[in-house]
């Protein structure tokens, strides 16, 4: 099972704070290449381009898309 920490603050939201070796194996990436990367990088389209406006709408809002 692939776990994520993401930030939820406004300053570093989506940021990838934590992922585990689950999540680095299905992705083929490094943890320490995750850690600091964007959530949406793992979202594919149409919903990678706007997976951004998504969050912050919901950070800000409650409201989900």
């Given at each position: 099972l ?7 603050e ?6 990838i ?8 194996y299905?992705l083929g ?5 995750l850690?600091?990367s964007n959530?949406?990088?793992i ?6 381009s706007?997976h ?5 709408r919901?950070?800000n ?5």
């Amino acid at each position: 099972l692939a776990v994520f920490a993401v930030s939820g603050e406004m300053e570093s939201l989506g940021e990838i704070l934590t992922a585990n070796s689950a999540a680095s194996y299905m992705l083929g990436r490094l943890q320490n290449e995750l850690v600091g990367s964007n959530i949406s990088m793992i979202i594919p389209e149409p919903y990678h381009s706007v997976h951004n406006e998504f969050m912050v709408r919901y950070a800000n809002t409650g409201t989900k898309q």
